[in-house]
């Protein structure tokens, strides 16, 4: 690279900017553009906790500026309309632009189809998400909570379980803390006989286990048809529901319809082993996340660690591409993962080599917590 490169990352949540920080640490010069609406991070791994009163919006929402300005990022707030040109220029509501390499890193949308999904909060769409259910519960006297998630059937990588997991059991140990259990009635379910199986089979039955162990009921192995205000209708029976949490699968954004990027059967980018958008027609472009479909095991996950793991690689691979040397960088799936309670954690770790689930323990909760703090304080 004879000048400086101009690169575009595209998103600003954990895989973008990761890409940031490792792109700066391999490339003290080069120009470094992230297009997002906002200057901000939002911590939605803890997210869990505002329903008990244990985090606050303000603990979750970090300005970003102060890490631009040490990164020497330029910020454009705006959002993709699309990406043309292999991937050398995108439109933004703020205008274009342009660049020698791209990073997207958009993250994933949440597939809305399932009639009567707005008597349902989804709780991983955000902050006020799980505001609002805070504030259900404060209002509830009693009454029955039903809480699941699916799968996107065409690219069943693409769910977020494990937060569903961690508002089941937190409500659970919130209900019992104000000593109001005995009033209401929890329901899991989901349309497989084996909820989280991408945690591995033995992580499976300690779920289902504590499930008992809390009087959780479940209802699973029933394909999902519709939600009504005060009901979830499955081809198995209803779950009557004063409120219902529900997770949908998900797909790619929204913007992607007006590119020819290459798409999995799912909806997401289809990209290689090296990070790189599959095909030859987008040279110099990289995906991160959750808004790729990448080569791997079925249970490879769509999690912050995972996005920081493609992060590397591409960053890695985007300057020896420009330098016009081999991309060899890969990345290892493994998912990792601690499901919290609100008091206890338990631990998740799975790669190609082996699967470990520790039983719930207080330790793994303050361990939670203190990556927080840690993960949290790069960007403070």
Request: proline share 7%.
């Amino acid at each position: 690279m004879s000048q400086a490169a101009r690169i575009t990352i595209l998103g600003a949540g954990f895989g973008a900017l990761a890409t940031v920080r490792e792109l700066r640490r391999r490339d003290a010069g080069a120009l470094i553009t992230i297009v997002s609406p906002r200057a901000e991070l939002h911590y939605l791994p803890s997210i869990i906790w505002i329903p008990s009163g244990l985090r606050r919006r303000e603990d979750l929402i970090v300005p970003l500026g102060p890490f631009f300005e040490r990164m020497r990022v330029r910020h454009v707030a705006a959002e993709v309309t699309r990406v043309e040109d292999g991937g050398r220029r995108v439109h933004t509501s703020a205008g274009i632009v342009d660049n020698d390499a791209l990073v997207i890193a958009t993250g994933g949308r949440f597939i809305k189809k399932l009639p009567g999904i707005e008597h349902a909060i989804t709780p991983c769409e955000g902050i006020a998400a799980a505001e609002a259910i805070r504030d259900r519960l404060r209002a509830m006297a009693g009454g029955t909570i039903a809480i699941g998630f699916a799968a996107n059937p065409q690219e069943p990588q693409a769910v977020r379980g494990g937060p569903m997991f961690e508002f089941l059991f937190g409500i659970d140990t919130q209900l019992r803390r104000e000593g109001r259990r005995e009033q209401f009635q929890l329901v899991f379910f989901n349309p497989s006989t084996e909820p989280g199986a991408r945690l591995g089979a033995k992580a499976v039955q300690s779920l289902l286990a504590e499930m008992a162990r809390r009087g959780i009921a479940t209802h699973l192995g029933h394909k999902m048809l519709r939600f009504e205000a005060d009901k979830v209708v499955t081809e198995g029976g209803e779950i009557p529901a004063d409120l219902i949490l529900f997770m949908p699968g998900m797909t790619g954004n929204a913007w992607f319809d007006a590119t020819t990027l290459p798409r999995s059967p799912g909806g997401l980018i289809q990209a290689d082993a090296q990070c790189r958008v599959a095909g030859g027609a987008w040279p110099h472009c990289y995906v991160v996340g959750d808004s790729g479909n990448f080569p791997g095991p079925d249970w490879a996950p769509k999690q912050a660690h995972m996005a920081e793991l493609h992060a590397r690689a591409a960053a890695a691979n985007l300057l020896d591409g420009l330098a016009g040397r081999p991309q060899s960088a890969g990345f290892v799936p493994e998912l990792a993962c601690i499901i919290d309670s609100g008091s206890h954690g338990t631990l998740v770790l799975r790669n190609p080599r082996r699967t470990l689930v520790l039983p719930p323990l207080r330790l793994m909760h303050w361990a939670k917590r203190r990556f927080e703090a840690r993960y949290l304080g790069q960007y403070r």
